[in-house]
């Protein structure tokens, strides 16, 4: 019953931003350390950034400095705030738990392009 609706991708120029929502339901959010992902054509899927239940945060090196990760647990829903956006960050992203050992549904995810 877990349901993640991912929003906010676009087309967005090199050095631009965007900020993603990720909607939650079917779960204690509050109680689960959240993530986001992306995957590009032909890649694996890869960990983008991550926080815990206690507001830890963790973020791959290739976005370090650049996206922001935050959650609302009143509003269920986690933020991925992606500032001076590069052509490699093109991907579709997608939200989950952060431990994917729990093998949560992925949902459709939202795609960002990042291109002049």
């Known amino acids: 019953q877990v349901q993640l609706v991912e929003s906010g991708g676009g087309l967005v120029q090199p050095g631009g931003s965007l900020r993603l929502s990720c909607t939650t339901s079917?779960?204690?959010?509050?109680?689960?350390?959240m993530g986001w992902y992306r995957q590009a054509p032909g890649n694996k899927r890869e960990m983008v950034a991550t926080?815990?239940?206690?507001?830890?945060?963790d973020y791959a090196d290739s976005v370090k400095g650049r996206f922001t990760i935050a959650r609302d647990n009143d509003k269920k829903t986690v933020y991925l705030q992606m500032n001076n956006l590069k052509p490699e960050d093109t991907a579709v992203y997608f939200c989950?738990?952060?431990?994917?050992?729990?093998?949560?549904?992925w949902g459709q995810g939202t795609r960002v392009t990042v291109s002049s």
């Open positions: 989950n738990h952060a431990y994917t050992r729990y093998e949560w549904p």
């Open positions: 079917g779960m204690i959010f509050s109680h689960n350390a």
């Open positions: 926080m815990t239940v206690t507001g830890i945060t």
